[in-house]
């Protein structure tokens, strides 16, 4: 382990989604509905703070008008997610006396409206995202990705394969789910790193049976299982927790939020 520079860590609620657990776990759930959390994560550094995804805008849930443009077609069976006010990630950052403004990077696992909807409160920052994502995002390599959510001016810092971001945070190369994604693993300066699996594994069952998401780009399930090996291997390797993502009961069991783990 490399002596980390992560001084605290904060999980985030942005808002929940109520859909078909097949959009988790590919191949499995058929008619049993899950409550799925939609995440942020704050990582502070001796160096500044980073934000690994920001969910989603809050204006196409919460507009009647954009909600219909965005959600009220065929791709989203099981409609909108849900957000309040509260959950903007804006104020979830004033609850810990911050503004966006104070965070420095935003790392984005992958494009999906969930998970990089928010860039619009972000757009001062460096938003590191893999090349091979960008790139199907921009493409439309499928109907998650909203062309308006990432199509300002941003900072981007296109990356490829694993690297270090910071002493303590490293980004790890995880793609099946999306063309380019990303996982993270931080060093925390007590207790065992964590490694953040993002939507290479939505749920522990992704993670314990190793079962692909629901959706995997071109249909690479190989590609997607093999990202769960690699992560839970890297795990094991680093005594890492691995986190799953969109696991309600799995997020219910961390520190509530303003909490920190350090």
């Known amino acids: 382990m490399s002596l980390t520079l992560v001084r605290r860590f904060w999980p985030i609620l942005t808002g929940t989604h109520r859909y078909e657990k097949t959009l988790s776990t590919r191949g499995r ?62 104020n979830r950052l004033s609850r810990l006396g911050l503004t966006p403004q104070d965070v420095d990077v935003v790392f984005i696992g992958h494009l999906h409206f969930d998970h990089g909807g928010g860039l619009c409160d972000m757009q001062h920052a460096e938003i590191h995202v893999h090349e091979h994502e960008l790139a199907a995002a921009r493409e439309q390599a499928d109907e998650a990705y909203f062309q308006d959510d990432f199509s300002g001016d941003y900072r981007w810092r296109v990356k490829a394969g694993d690297y270090v971001l910071e002493a303590g ?54 590609i997607a299982i093999a990202s769960i090996r690699k992560l839970k291997a890297i795990a094991k390797h680093t005594g890492a927790r691995l986190w799953p993502n969109h696991d309600l009961g799995f997020y219910q069991q961390c520190h509530p939020f303003p909490m920190h783990y350090e």
């Open 29 to 90: 759930g058929q008619g049993v509905f899950i409550e799925a959390p939609i995440l942020a994560y704050l990582i502070e550094t001796r160096n500044g703070r980073i934000l690994y995804d920001v969910g989603c805008d809050y204006s196409k849930v919460n507009n009647p008008a954009l909600q219909r443009q965005y959600y009220g077609n065929e791709a989203f069976p099981f409609g909108p997610p849900q957000m309040t006010q509260e959950q903007r990630l804006p």
């Open 169 to 222: 945070v490293s980004a790890i190369e995880s793609p099946g789910h999306t063309a380019g994604h990303m996982s993270m693993l931080i060093e925390l300066p007590k207790g065992p790193p964590i490694l953040l699996a993002g939507d290479a594994a939505d749920l522990r069952e992704n993670i314990d049976d190793e079962v692909a998401p629901g959706l995997c780009w071109h249909d690479r399930e190989d």
